[in-house]
Structures are given as structure tokens and as C-alpha cells.
């Protein structure tokens, strides 16, 4: 995935810059990058995008003059699509924004702009205790036959989100919810967008996940965050109000296991990457 | 031979991913991987883990150097783990740090096909392990004054200095005892005691076999070679070159650090290919390339950093590359104890039975006349 986006000027001065996600240590990449514009000076790419890697990282590079644009990916990334997306941002930016950044001016909309180009993953963390329906919400996303019975999860489940559901790349990851498997936990909602916390809508249940909410908050804090009250169809189940009260987080009803829910899903979680974009773009 | 081995890479946005695998006709599921990278999240501080999945027994190594990547080697059934562990541990680290060299020319088929990559570590690298380990390093460096201790003390000082009350004793000493450094013995009904046997030395000697070899074959560069080995350990005055053997006393002195970093290089296993196969004469990188079946990419990585070190040297017209000093380690006995034994008799600290054992256990080391 593409990791960060930057345009430097033709001094290495930086014209923009946006970070998707923590890769090596941002000091040392922003002085790396300023380097290479300088070395750039002195070769000629042919409007061509070239890339070198460097610790983690793949870095991509295209040069326009005066400007030259850097993506930060990852070396499992597929090179020529991120070529691709690169030859869209020049030139997006070299038609609109190349006058505005020569006058010094602020490049309003461009952000949006590298938002539609550079998102091409969205993950998405699905937390929750044993049992609460985390695997047959995914599955019901999907669009797949529901599990009737419980088949732990182990470790976690990683699965694609279809495409008509939203045309950027989203990844659900399926957490295990057994206690022994907590210990991943952290690690895996790293870099999540958003993240999901599933409760089966018992009152025992719901305040323990209290403490998932506390680990999300720790451990991402940008992400946006949202409650499930799963298995409305239970006698025992609170309401979904109560249950978004005692996690302090917008809390959704539903009931994994009735297809009838899953576009009521799927727009609650279109919002959630929609919003969550929104605020981290407010920070 | 193990029957497979597969390595596995942890990202935040993939996964849990095998990169590579040998045989390819290997098959793993999600659930092999996400129980074994469980494993390694449970105890941090352990390398290599052993586990038994779907009736697969695998070996698994992470470091805390190649953050989310794992070797993991599935055993035969007759393959024993406990046997393996120092092997297994070693391929891990060698092929962790090749990855990270060069991940594009990495190739598990020609590493594990061509490399004999289970080696037996030889004497020297055993000797070597030591200083892998920081804490066995600090367990040493305690031995050589104390000569003997009582298992238990020990434990408690290694926890003070490191700081750490999860460090366990047997681990950090196991390096030391596989090398015959120290001995431990069970004495008397309770106390078990720690005796130093072999002390250890690291020192850069002059790479007499290749220069002999080079004089011989390629006589147009042996002059040259010379004078290289000649500047490092005797240049002109007023500079004073290299003598291992001048007695120090001060521990922040430059050739104590060289003995570490000499005893290191000699135990991480992808330097220690590579300096092999040069001590028998300098070679072009294609021909190192092919007796250690890295990479050409990574070898010239590897010299360059033995460069660095004053290990290697290239020879620019003929572009080869060979020893400028030959990396060496050697196991001495350590005549020092024999007045800190008698000491600590003296004192009563230790019995006389115990100071008679560490006698027999250094004759029977070192042999009655030496
Ligand atoms: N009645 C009812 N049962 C549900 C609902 N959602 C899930 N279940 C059932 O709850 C059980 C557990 O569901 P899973 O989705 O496997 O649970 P999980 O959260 O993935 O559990 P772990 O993987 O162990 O963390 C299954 O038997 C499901 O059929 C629901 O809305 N109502
Ligand atoms: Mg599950």
C-alpha cells in the first residue's frame, strides 16, 4: 500500500506531504527524500517514475519540472500499478495545482484528490470476545453462507471485501476472540482504519468489551472506532442505545445470522471509512 | 535432513504471508502459521520455538533483529528438536540476514539445496556463540574473575546486571558449556557449582596460507598482498599496527573491543562463510558466489562490511578480493584462577573438595604437561 505521499519543489522545498501509514521513521525519510530530489537534479528520468529501496520501504519517484513526486510503498506492492497511480497524480497535479504551487498558493482540493489516487487499502479490524459473531459478520459482508455453529477462529482471518461494496481495497481482518489468542490483539489493529467491536448484547459481555474500546483507543488512536450490538435476536440482548452507551462509541444493531441486515451493514461500515477519513483529515 | 522449510513475513496490512517455501509442493494453511506465529508473541525473548501442529513438527525461528519474520523447519518424524535447536537457531539467523541483505535475490531452494545450510558449527564458532548472547558474554567476563561460583549466586547476579527477572541462567550458560568453557557440576547433595575450565581469546593473525597460495598462483599480486598485511600489522613508526598481545588492563581499550568484534564476526555465520572461503586464497566475487552459495549481490555486500572491518581487502586491478587479517579465536587455560582458587580455599568459600575438582576438571582439559 502506498504509505505516503510527498511533492517537493524545485529547492527540495516540500509542497505537500500525507501519511497513510508509519513505515520507517519519518525523519529519516523526509532527509532521505530531500536528498534525493537534489541527486534527481543531476539525471534525467524522461518522464519516467523509477523506484529504489530503502529499508521497508519501495520508493517511487517521478520528476515534472520543477516539481518531483515521491510515493512510499511497500516491496510487496505490485510496481506497475503503483507506476500507474503515480502517472494519475502527475498528472492531476501538473493541470491543476503546478500554477497554485508556484504562486505559493494553498492546493485546495488536492488532498481529496491524492486521497482517490494513493487509498488503495482500507483495513478494517473486527474485535471482539469468543463467540460474539465476528466471523459470521464477515461472513455476511461477503455475501456467504453463515456458519450455524461455532468454529473458533485461530490467530486471525484475513478477507477482501467485494467490489461493490466500495472500489477502494478493503481488507477485514477477523480477529480470534478465545483469551488465548488477546495477546495478538494490539499487534493486529495496527494501522486499522477502522475498527469494529462486536458484542453479543449480553450485559456480562458488553462490559467486558469495555476494555477493548480502551485498547483500540490506546493502541490506534486515529482509527475510527464502532460498536456492534449483535444477536438483536436474543431474548437476553440490550439495545443497541444501551449498548453504545456503556462502550462510549456509535453503537449499530444487528443479527449476523439474518441476510436482511447486510445492507444496513454495509452502508454502516461505508460511513465509518468515509468519517474516519473525514477526521483524520480534520487532525 | 529436516523434510521442509518455509519462511513466513508478518505485515500490518498483509498478514501473515509465506514468502518462500522448500519443497514448493508444501502445503500450510492459515491456522499452521497463525498458531505458530502465536508462539513467538507468547514469549518474546525466545528465538526459536518448537511446536506440534496437525501432527507437523516444526521448528520456528524469529528475531527480535527481522521484526514479523519467522524460518520455520518441519522435522521428520524421527528428528529430535532438542538436538536441533542450535542448528536450527543458526540457519534461522543466517537465512533471516540474508533476506534482509538482498530480499530480491534471496532463494530458499538454492540456499537450502546447494548451501548445506545445517552445517555443524566448527570449534571456533563455538567458541564464537559466546558472544552472540549478551548475556552469556557478561556470564564469561564474571567466570574470569570468580573461577568458581555457586550456580545459584550467579543467577542472581546475571538478574541484577541485566536488570530482568525472566533471564534464565541455563540459557545464558548453555553457549559456555557447549564450547566446554565452564563445567557445572552437581557437588555435595544441594549446591550446584560453576567452574571456568577455558577461557577464551579473539585475534586478528596474519593470513599466512592465502599470501603462500597467492605466491604461487597469481605471483603478480603476492607483493602487493604483503605490503597490505605488512601497513595493518607493522607500519612504520610512529604508527603502531596490530600486536594482540600486549597485555591490557584497560577495559575500554580498543584491542579488548577488537576481540569482541572479532568473536562476533566470527559467530554470525553469513560473515563467517564468506571469510572461510577466503582464507585458503582471494577470490572473485562469482567464485565466492558459488562456494557459499549466497548471492553475488549479497557477498559484495558482506566484503564491503568486512572491509570495513579490516577483514577484507579487494585488489582492484584483478578485482579479487582476500584476507587482510585472518579473524581467529582460541580457547587458553586460564593459569590466572589457580591464586584465586587457593584464595577462596584459604578464605573458606569454597571446600576443598570443590577446589580439587576444578583442579581435575582444568588437568583433565589441558592435560598434566602442556
Ligand atoms: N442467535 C444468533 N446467533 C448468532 C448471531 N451471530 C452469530 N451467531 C452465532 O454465534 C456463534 C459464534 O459465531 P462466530 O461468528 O463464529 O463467533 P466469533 O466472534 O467469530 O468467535 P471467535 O472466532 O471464537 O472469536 C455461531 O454459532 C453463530 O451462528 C446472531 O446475530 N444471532
Ligand atoms: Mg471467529
Redesign the interface.
Known sequence: ?IRGVFVLGEQGNMIYSKEY?KGDSKANMVEFLVNLTHFLKTIDLEDKTEYM?VNISRIFYSKKDPFTFMFVA???DDANQIEEKMGELVDSFMREYANLALANQSLDGFDAKVDEIAVT?V?VAILGFAGVGKTTTLHLLRGETLPLVHDPT?????KKLPEEISNANI?L?DL?GQS??S??WA??I??AQVVIIVTDSTLENVLRSKKLVSLVKDEVPDAKVIGIANKQDLPTALTPERVGQILSIPTYELVAIDISYRDRLIQIIRRAILEGKAEAKAA | MPKATFIVQY???????VTQRYPTSLSLN??I???I??EH??DKKEELIYSEIEGMKIGSYSSALYPGWMVCTVLSAEEDFDHLQRDLAGSGRLILALIAMD??SFSLEEILEKGSILKDLTEEQKLAEVFLTPSSALLLERMQTEGIEKAAKLSIWLRNQVQNDDVDLREAMAPLMESGIVAVELLGKTSEMVFLVKDIFGYREPPVDSILKIKETIPSIAEKYIEFVTEFFSPASPDKGYNPTLPVDDPNSPILEDREKIARILAERIHYRILTSLREQPLSIADISLKTSFPESVVRKLLYSLEAEKIAIRFEEEDLWGLLTNPRIESFLPEYLLPVISKKLSEKEISSDVARRHLELLIQTWGVAK
Do not use: C, Y
Open positions: 500500500m501509514a529501496n511497500d516491496k510487496a487499502m483495513k485461530i490467530g486471525v482471518s484475513i481488507v481482518w480470534a488465548r489468542f495477546i495478538l499487534k493486529m495496527a494501522n | 505485515t500490518e496490512f498483509h498478514g501473515l504471508i492459515e491456522k502459521l497463525n498458531l506465529f502465536l508473541q507468547k530480499p530480491e
